[in-house]
């Protein structure tokens, strides 16, 4: 499987086993409708083993921990169980570490899927698959998304309490008697000590991704923006604008924006561009081509309604091709920026610092996480090509 990727289960019970390298500490969370447990008791791990419908079962160091889900005997109301997954050592991250769940059908051990979440870094947890109902069918989905605040930031996402211990132990309210000496002045009070810092809280959900909370935001190669403030999807109308202007005065510079889609298994549905206004059922539009990058403002606009997007549609990959085939050295000021499809308000921003003697570039890539937002990822990879054809393939493997 890919991550956002799913498939049917064809057995009601089924395992979730999660093997790496390391010793791993595997959970599962039973969630309902509105994403999120219902108790602490709907946390199942080594230390409560068991809930409705759910089991942890340790591998003992020998095999790998899993995750047992039984759909006929879930309560009414949970309709997901996500399994998770870090490192039993204390601090350490995923990085150099390939983790793989392995679904199996609980009563026969037969594989029904695995997945290995890939391009895993500073993550000391994952989310590494969910099983879900849909319309009435359960079904398995790969996830793969990490989490740099360890198993608490899981915990505290789905609700449920994480009480971290302190970092000293508790001082004794009434000090021991000092031994009585006899003063040679009269005693002086001692400034009371300050108290010690409180232990912080666990973080918040989400916390350490750049989210729009703060406004406008300005990507640097690679980082990653989730398209929501306040704790939810921002908009539904977002246009990607999309600008440059020829490195020598008096020039023309042909250059040509486009948008591909792709569906969960990096798989290519469409692509708009000027010679293809506009893609699944008027989702995705093109303002039309722009043969000279003159004039202020953005040179060429896609406008992306992600709430009309079909469900298979996934991944996003916003490109830029020389047709004349003049390289991007000879461009200045290329950039892309998100705006807010209804207000024209300028969401996020990357400009293009860097130049390759090459005719194609990616510039940004929408993906949609398994909770429903968009996260928007500046990109700047120059590729050989003059069309946005040939930018399918390079595109695929960098979602």
């Given at each position: ?10 057995a009601?019970r089924v395992?979730v ?23 602490d ?10 809930g ?6 340790s ?15 879930l ?9 998770t ?21 609980a009563?026969?051990?037969s594989?029904?899927?695995?997945f290995?979440p890939?391009q895993?870094?500073s ?13 009435g ?6 996830v ?7 198993l ?7 609700g ?11 001082q ?28 912080p809280?666990p ?36 246009r990607?604008g ?14 040509d ?12 549905i ?10 699944v ?45 003049q390289k991007?050295?000879e461009?200045?000021?290329a ?9 024209g ?6 400009d293009?610092?860097?130049?390759e003697?090459?005719t ?8 949609r996480q398994f ?9 700047g ?8 054809r ?10």
């Amino acid at each position: 499987m890919t991550p956002g990727s799913n498939i049917p289960l064809s057995a009601a019970r089924v395992t979730v086993d999660v093997a790496a390298p390391v010793r791993l500490d595997v959970s599962g969370l039973l969630l309902t409708a509105d994403g999120k447990v219902r108790s602490d008791d709907d946390f199942i791990f080594y230390n409560q083993p068991s809930g409705p419908g759910v089991t942890y079962r340790s591998g003992g160091g020998s095999a790998p921990d899993a995750i047992v889900v039984d759909t006929t005997a879930l309560p009414p109301g949970i309709e997901k169980i996500v399994v998770t997954a870090s490192p039993d050592a204390a601090g350490q991250t995923f990085q150099g570490i390939e983790p793989t769940a392995t679904i199996r059908n609980a009563d026969d051990g037969s594989v029904l899927a695995t997945f290995t979440p890939p391009q895993l870094g500073s993550e000391t947890a994952l989310v590494i698959v969910e099983v879900y109902q849909r319309n009435g069918q359960w079904k398995a989905r790969a996830v793969g998304q990490g989490y740099a605040n360890g198993l608490a930031g899981i915990a505290t996402d789905f609700g449920v309490t994480v009480e971290e211990p302190a970092a000293a132990p508790p001082q004794p309210v009434t000090p021991p008697p000092a031994p009585v000496q006899p003063p040679a002045a009269p005693p002086v009070a001692a400034p009371a000590a300050p108290p010690a810092p409180a232990t912080p809280p666990p973080p918040a959900p989400g916390a350490g991704k750049i989210n729009l909370d703060k406004g406008r935001v300005s990507l640097q190669k690679n980082q990653t923006v989730s398209l929501i403030k306040g704790g939810r999807p921002l908009l539904s109308q977002v246009r990607m604008g999309l600008g440059w202007e020829p490195a020598y005065r008096g020039k023309d510079i042909d250059l040509d924006a486009s948008v591909i889609a792709y569906g969960p298994q990096r798989n290519h549905i469409d692509s708009c561009y000027f010679g293809k206004l506009q893609i699944v059922g008027g989702a995705i539009r093109h303002s039309g081509d722009n043969l000279t990058g003159e004039g202020g403002g953005d040179d060429e606009t896609i406008m992306v309604d992600l709430g009309r997007l079909p469900q298979e549609v996934t991944g996003l990959v916003f490109t830029v091709n020389s047709f004349s085939g003049q390289k991007f050295t000879e461009v200045a000021k290329a950039y892309c920026r998100l705006l807010d499809g209804t207000t024209g308000e300028e969401l996020v921003r990357f400009d293009l610092t860097s130049a390759e003697p090459q005719t194609g570039v990616l510039m940004a890539k929408l993906i949609r996480q398994f909770s429903g937002e968009w996260e928007m990822t500046a990109m700047g990879d120059f590729v050989k090509s003059r069309t946005v054809r040939g930018m399918v393939k390079p595109a695929a493997q960098a979602l």
